[in-house]
């Protein structure tokens, strides 16, 4: 009997790894086999890193999956690999450890590690206004680049040549070594240069020879990512491999206009834009990008992300003393949250927004990405007071939900300076919260909001399936052939009963969002006031 030809979609998440076998045939499902993968928080104080992953227990659960597939039943024909945009670090011997963690092989510097705050600072300070401005105005210490800049300060000291080092992005890394545990093909997994020279979201790989000789100063015995040499020439199977929320992106790729802004919203939020191709790249402050070598024929993506959005709602969870005496889950407690409002909102004919009215939050708990850029922005919210009841949680929840449909309008706002956003796609955990959404349509001017139809869940396994098979075929991931485009729902804002109390939350929103932007000013002008005081 003759094996089906298969590809295969890997996606590598902050807590598992999800991996989906789908026949080329016709891109059907064929099983998705999942395992969780662990972070760890480094409580040393003296550590280099304050949040890491074990490469060895992410390797070790992809085969797993594998071996629950049974691929050896299996024609494959590609691979897509879609991962954290974390670091890896290895002794380029092979023996992946890193001396400065905890654990032999606790290499990975997950991507929510901030501790190279010092380092960005120095990056931005030497690197040219062009380069800057494909990073929004400046790195962050979250981004690959920065991390890699707080390795070679840490081992500066040491002989050069003592140790040879391989640093690689993790979505690289984990394609690599499956390439060579399984022998596939690694021609698209080598560090290249980008068509511009930017590296996409400030990862590792992508930049320019100059930008690693003159601004990252790369010593002789670090090297970026793979081997230029082709491992596997000879092999068919095709590796190829990308940062996770562009493969989320691709899943429904083909069914966007060229007006869809894209939002992988969970725990954080990351924010995906092309406008096609352009005769000239433009920058703009507060947006990442362009980027090329992503898509086909010349087309650009741009990009931006808020790090604490679903997040807020998992903080005020497991701090509020409400609902930790309720002893429920997130889901169990957001259901009854939304029950209490429904209730309320019933008896008082009014919107539960206007019972939160004086209550302002401001969300940026972890520093903010974009549009500031900031690594030292903090939440704020006015209007605590001693009540810790559940009527106190449920402001706050309600709060929250409004914070983040401020922080997308101001996602919004920066990407309608290169075109205009009339659509949003939605995908992640928050896609589930339908007050959400309706908030953020009529934040937006009443915008289409569209979430996925069916296996939201998979869309990362899928895009990562789509980036594989587009490898195999010779083409790009925008342009690969699809069986049936993923299909969608469409949510608005609307309240055709009573007009006037829509337009009366609208201008209630809309003025709270003011408020959200110059409590972002306020707090910055306070530490520079803070700063000058301490000189």
């Keep these: 009997m003759v094996a089906t030809p298969i590809g295969i979609g890997i996606d590598l998440g902050s807590s598992s790894v999800r991996v989906g076998i789908y026949s080329l045939h016709d891109d059907s499902l ?29 390797l070790t659960a992809i085969k797993e999956c594998f071996d629950m597939a049974d691929l050896q039943k299996y024609d494959v ?15 380029r011997s092979g023996d992946d450890t890193f001396q400065h963690c905890e654990g032999d092989s606790r290499n990975v510097v997950f991507w929510m590690d901030s501790m190279a705050k010092e380092e960005t600072n120095s990056l931005n300070a030497r690197c040219p206004q062009d380069i800057l401005g494909h ?40 394609a690599y070594k499956l390439a060579q545990e399984y022998c596939w093909n690694t021609e698209r997994l080598s560090n290249h240069p980008n068509s511009n020279g930017i590296g996409h979201d400030g990862e590792l790989a992508g930049w320019s020879k100059s930008f690693y000789d003159k601004i990252v100063r790369l010593p002789p015995n670090v090297t970026i990512g793979c081997p230029k040499t ?36 969970g725990t954080s939020t990351c924010y995906i834009y092309s406008p096609g191709t352009m005769k000239t790249e433009t920058s703009v402050k507060g947006i990442w990008g362009p980027f090329t070598d992503i898509l086909g024929a010349n087309k650009v993506v741009y990009e931006s992300g808020s790090s604490c959005s679903g997040k807020l709602i998992e903080h005020l969870f497991t701090s509020h003393p409400s609902a930790i005496s309720l002893n429920l889950s997130t889901g169990q407690l957001i259901s009854k949250l939304e029950e209490e409002i429904n209730i309320w909102e019933t008896q008082n004919a009014t919107s539960i927004h206007f019972e939160a ?16 850029g900031d690594p030292y922005m903090r939440g704020m919210f006015i209007g605590e007071s001693p009540d810790t009841s559940f009527r106190d ?24 300076k290169l075109n205009s956003i009339n659509e949003l796609f939605i995908c992640g955990s928050q896609a589930k919260n339908t007050r959400l959404l309706k908030l953020i349509s009529l934040i937006n001017d009443n915008a289409l909001i569209l979430v996925p139809k069916e296996k939201e869940d998979l869309m990362g396994v899928e895009g990562a399936y789509l980036l594989g098979k587009a490898g195999y075929l010779g083409t790009s991931v925008d342009l690969v052939p699809v069986s049936e485009p993923r299909e969608y729902i469409s949510v608005k804002y609307t309240n055709d009963s ?19 932007l110059e409590m972002a000013e306020q707090q910055q002008r306070f530490r520079k006031m803070v700063s000058k005081a301490l000189v």
């Design 498 to 516: 009573d007009k006037i109390q829509q337009t009366k939350l609208y201008k209630l929103l809309l003025t709270k969002y003011i408020i959200h």
């Design 77 to 91: 024909k590609s691979c897509g690999v879609a991962a954290t945009c974390s670091l890896v670090l290895c002794e």
């Design 357 to 372: 009215c004086n209550n302002f939050l401001y969300g940026d708990l972890d520093g903010n990405r974009t549009p500031f």
């Design 135 to 174: 990073m929004g105005g400046g790195f962050i210490p979250e981004m690959g680049i920065p991390k890699l800049s707080r390795f070679l300060k840490s081992i500066s000291d040491e002989p050069k040549g003592n140790i040879q080092w391989e640093v690689f992005d993790l979505h690289k890394y984990v």
């Design 230 to 265: 082709i491992e596997n020439e000879d092999s068919l199977v095709i590796v190829d491999s990308c940062i996770d929320c562009y493969s989320s992106w691709f899943s429904p790729l083909q069914s966007l206009n060229k007006n869809t802004l894209f939002l992988v919203a």
């Design 393 to 416: 949680l449920l402001v706050k929840y309600v709060c929250i939900l409004e914070c983040l449909a401020f922080q997308t309008k101001l996602m919004v706002d920066n990407f309608e």
């Design 30 to 58: 064929l099983g998705v086999f999942s395992k969780p993968v662990p972070y760890y928080y480094e409580s040393n104080r003296t550590s280099l890193w304050e949040y890491t992953q074990d490469s060895a227990e992410i």
